[in-house]
């Protein structure tokens, strides 16, 4: 059973940096792509950042580039979301997401519970 579980959520000022974590298990980690997702009250989940198996190639919405940078460490299964510069439309619950490397919120085939990212103005 593939679980994925986030952490590192909270509440930041404008400006501000957080760093998400999402811990892996369940699944060989290492081969498959994943990616970050979020969604804000009222609105559709919307693509924040993905990696593929090896780390070496990226993808991100456009309203994060720049800003957010996604990675991951295979050995200790997890993936990493880095948010610096953050402002108030970055509030949402922020997703962890495995087996895709797009931009379709829909291919990815597992989730996690999600956490809550607030950014006060």
């Known amino acids: 059973q593939v679980q994925l579980v986030e952490s590192g959520g909270g509440l930041v000022q404008a400006g501000g940096s957080l760093r998400l974590s999402c811990l892996a298990s369940g699944r060989i980690f290492s081969n498959y792509g994943m990616g970050w997702l979020r969604q804000a009250p009222g609105k559709e989940r919307e693509f924040v950042a993905a990696i593929d198996w090896s780390g070496t190639r990226t993808l991100y919405g456009d309203s994060v580039k720049g800003r957010f940078t996604i990675s991951r460490d295979n050995a200790k299964n997890t993936l990493y979301l880095q948010m610096n510069s953050l402002k108030p439309e970055d509030t949402a619950v922020y997703y962890c997401?495995?087996?895709?490397?797009?931009?379709?919120?829909?291919?990815?085939?597992?989730w996690g519970q999600g956490t809550q990212v607030t950014v006060s103005s």
């Open positions: 997401a495995t087996g895709s490397t797009g931009r379709g919120t829909r291919d990815f085939d597992y």
